[in-house]
């Protein structure tokens, strides 16, 4: 009896060496997940799990912080594999947008023409009037909402200040590819399309849904988003799905269309 005991131990103990030593690999989700509307909540998967090269992690958060970044974020299926932070800023600071706030401004674009209140073929001036422009009537009335979208209007970029006087002509709307600020008339389109103030438009059609945080700065020159790095990340899963599917439990479904933009002249 004695014998059979410590034979029993003997198994119990080669069993347990066993789990330890060779412990099961965890497969990572694959998935896709999105966040709650509300809360803090947010699935991670480590980088280790994701087989990632982790002994190159530190040099990787030495040269962000070195290259004065702010925040770094890696989703994968959704889920957070990295979240740092840099100089200052944390979790809950908001930062600027800058020219990523366009993709904010085409998607809100997007959701009016989906609800009937406008098209991007039409005219801009049928949406906030003639004369907006210092160009010709007919000059004007070349530029579609789609000319805005795809920055085809033909109007001077040489002023970032989008005020009439500035608005001249320099090309036919659709044959000329400029970086420039008249981009903002679009939340003039929606405006008045949507008949309220582009704002609250945005918040109810695309911000509330899908949870992001943050405001709109109204500058003089500048129209320009704030927010947290998480809502980005938000808005930054609901383009990678292609702006449908179950986005936070929501009906959102935007159809995303790709829009053929001349060479730049």
Known sequence: MKNGSMLLFVLMLLISCTKDDNPKEITPDTSMYFPANS????????????????????????????KNTKSFMILVNGRIVMEEYFNGHTASTDWEWNSAGKTLV?????????????????????????GWTDMPLEKENLITVRN??????????????????????????????????VFQSLMDVDANASDTDFETYFN?????????????????????????????????????????????RSSMKITLTKVPIPPRR
């Not at 809360?39 to 070195?66: C, H, R, Y």
């Not at 809100?108 to 005219?123: D, F």
């Not at 920055?151 to 002023?159: C, K, P, R």
């Open 39 to 66: 809360g803090s909540g947010w699935e991670t998967v480590s980088p280790a799990q994701m087989g990632w090269n982790t002994t190159a992690i530190e040099d990787l958060k030495t040269f962000l912080a070195q």
């Open 106 to 130: 085409s998607a809100t674009t997007g959701i009016a023409q989906q609800e009937n209140l406008l098209n991007i073929n039409n005219k801009v001036s049928d949406y906030v009037g003639t």
């Open 148 to 181: 805005l979208l795809t920055m085809t209007s033909g109007i001077s970029d040489e002023s970032q200040l989008v005020i009439r006087k500035n608005l001249t002509y320099v090309a036919d709307a659709g044959t000329r590819w400029a970086y420039g600020n």
């Open 204 to 248: 109810e059609k695309l911000k509330n849904k899908i949870g992001m945080e943050g405001f709109w700065n109204f500058g003089v020159i500048f129209k320009i988003y704030h927010s947290n790095t998480r809502s980005m990340a938000r808005f930054g899963l609901l383009a990678l799905n292609k702006a449908s599917g179950k986005m936070n």
